[in-house]
C-alpha cells in the first residue's frame, strides 16, 4: 500500500476519534443534535478510511455509504448491524441538521454513543491488519 494511503487512513481515523471525543462532550452539554451529527461523522470517516484499502472513495455521502454497504456489508466483512447503525446515524444526522423543529431526547440518543464507538473500533482493527499485513 501506498504510503500515501496510508496517510490518509491515519487522518480520517483520527478524525473519527475527534468526533467520538466531540460527542461526548456535546451528550454532556445536552446539544443531543449536535451529538447525533458528531457520531455520524466519527462513522463516516472510519469508513471512508477503511474505504481506501480497497482504493475506492465517493465525494456524496450517499456515495461512501453505497460503497460501504456493497464492499463490507454484503460481503460479510461487517456486521449488518452495523450498517444499520449508520444508516440510522445517517439519516438522524440529516433531520437534526436540516429539519426544523427536531431535538432529539437524551435518553433516545444516548446508547448511540457506545455503539459508535464499539463500530469504530471494528474498523480500527480490520484497518490495523490490513496494514500491519501490507508491511
Same mark, same amino acid.
Given at each position: 500500500?501506498?504510503?500515501?494511503?496510508?496517510?490518509?487512513?491515519?487522518? *480520517?481515523?483520527? *478524525?473519527?476519534?475527534?468526533?467520538?471525543?466531540?460527542?461526548?462532550?456535546?451528550?454532556?452539554?445536552?446539544?443531543?443534535? !449536535?451529538?447525533?451529527?458528531?457520531?455520524?461523522?466519527?462513522?463516516?470517516?472510519?469508513?471512508?478510511? /477503511?474505504?481506501?484499502?480497497?482504493?475506492?472513495?465517493?465525494?456524496?455521502?450517499?456515495?461512501?455509504?453505497?460503497?460501504?454497504?456493497?464492499?463490507?456489508?454484503? !460481503? +460479510?466483512?461487517? =456486521?449488518?448491524?452495523? =450498517? =444499520?447503525?449508520?444508516?440510522?446515524?445517517?439519516?438522524?444526522?440529516?433531520? +437534526?441538521?436540516? =429539519?426544523?423543529?427536531?431535538?432529539?431526547?437524551?435518553?433516545?440518543?444516548?446508547?448511540?454513543?457506545?455503539?459508535?464507538?464499539?463500530?469504530?473500533?471494528?474498523?480500527?482493527?480490520?484497518?490495523?491488519?490490513? /496494514?500491519?499485513?501490507?508491511?
Amino acid at each position: 500500500m501506498k504510503e500515501e494511503i496510508r496517510t490518509f487512513i491515519n487522518y *480520517r481515523m483520527e *478524525r473519527s476519534r475527534e468526533s467520538l471525543e466531540e460527542a461526548e462532550i456535546l451528550l454532556e452539554k445536552g446539544y443531543t443534535n !449536535t451529538f447525533v451529527n458528531r457520531l455520524y461523522y466519527a462513522c463516516f470517516y472510519s469508513v471512508s478510511a /477503511l474505504l481506501l484499502i480497497k482504493n475506492y472513495s465517493s465525494s456524496k455521502h450517499s456515495g461512501i455509504k453505497a460503497l460501504f454497504e456493497q464492499y463490507f456489508v454484503k !460481503t +460479510g466483512d461487517i =456486521a449488518k448491524d452495523y =450498517a =444499520a447503525l449508520y444508516n440510522k446515524l445517517y439519516r438522524n444526522r440529516q433531520k +437534526g441538521d436540516y =429539519a426544523d423543529l427536531v431535538r432529539f431526547d437524551v435518553n433516545e440518543v444516548r446508547p448511540w454513543f457506545d455503539e459508535t464507538k464499539k463500530f469504530v473500533e471494528v474498523i480500527e482493527e480490520i484497518l490495523k491488519k490490513k /496494514l500491519e499485513d501490507d508491511k
